[in-house]
């Protein structure tokens, strides 16, 4: 692996960055990709920016509106990692899609892992690693004999109006578990 094409960010600069200058930064960072794209891809399109994704992706490239699309709580989070490696993964994206044969490529495939290293050097990481607790559109919490599920507001809407739901793995019927946190805070003055 090579060194990354891109200037690792400072923490320390990101840190102090309110909203509209950490907006800025992730716009700025988005045109240096592009560029370093289009010194490979003379006639590569310049992709508009949206910071309207939610839930547990980090970012998208998104063909149909023509550009990027980025989740701002998870960039608060994490803004080092997310203009080091989102952006680029994102960019990556936008330049396979816009090559010859793009269309036909697989999202993570061939294509994609070498525009990552090669173009990028980075590392072809397909997922992040970041907590999208506060971002996640699932709050309602399940339960079954073998792990937690997590629902959206529609799917917990549904199943308090009487649909039920099975584990896919132990197949017992989800269970609603309601004020967790305040459980929690009854056991510990109980004891």
Same mark, same amino acid.
């Given at each position: 692996m090579r060194?990354?094409?891109?200037p690792d960010?400072?923490?320390?600069w990101? /840190?102090?960055?309110?909203?509209?200058?950490?907006?800025?930064?992730l716009l700025?960072?988005v045109?240096a990709?592009w560029q370093?794209?289009?010194?490979?891809h003379?006639a590569l399109?310049?992709?508009?920016?949206?910071?309207?994704?939610?839930?547990?992706?980090a970012?998208q490239?998104?063909y149909g509106?023509?550009g990027?699309r980025?989740?701002?709580?998870?960039?608060?989070e994490n803004?080092?990692?997310?203009?080091?490696?989102v952006v680029p +993964?994102?960019?990556?994206h936008?330049?396979?899609? +816009? &090559?010859?044969?793009?269309?036909?490529?697989?999202?993570?495939?061939?294509?994609?892992r $070498?525009?990552m290293e090669?173009l990028?050097?980075l590392?072809?990481?397909? $997922?992040h690693t970041?907590?999208t607790?506060r971002?996640s559109? $699932?709050p309602?919490r399940? +339960?079954c004999?073998c792990?937690?599920h997590y629902?959206?507001?529609?799917?917990?809407? &549904?199943?308090r109006?009487?649909?039920?739901y099975?584990?896919?793995s132990? /197949?017992e019927?989800l269970v609603?578990?309601p004020?967790?946190?305040m459980e929690?805070?009854?056991?510990? +003055?109980?004891?």
């Amino acid at each position: 692996m090579r060194r990354p094409a891109l200037p690792d960010p400072c923490p320390e600069w990101l /840190a102090s960055l309110d909203d509209a200058a950490l907006h800025r930064a992730l716009l700025e960072r988005v045109e240096a990709a592009w560029q370093l794209c289009r010194g490979y891809h003379p006639a590569l399109p310049r992709p508009k920016v949206w910071f309207d994704l939610r839930g547990k992706c980090a970012g998208q490239a998104h063909y149909g509106r023509g550009g990027l699309r980025f989740n701002p709580v998870l960039y608060g989070e994490n803004r080092r990692a997310f203009l080091r490696d989102v952006v680029p +993964h994102e960019m990556a994206h936008w330049l396979v899609r +816009h &090559l010859s044969d793009g269309h036909e490529a697989r999202p993570h495939g061939r294509e994609w892992r $070498t525009v990552m290293e090669r173009l990028f050097g980075l590392e072809a990481k397909v $997922t992040h690693t970041f907590d999208t607790g506060r971002a996640s559109p $699932t709050p309602h919490r399940y +339960h079954c004999g073998c792990q937690v599920h997590y629902f959206t507001s529609r799917r917990h809407s &549904l199943a308090r109006k009487g649909r039920r739901y099975r584990c896919l793995s132990c /197949a017992e019927t989800l269970v609603y578990q309601p004020f967790v946190e305040m459980e929690k805070l009854l056991q510990t +003055h109980d004891s």
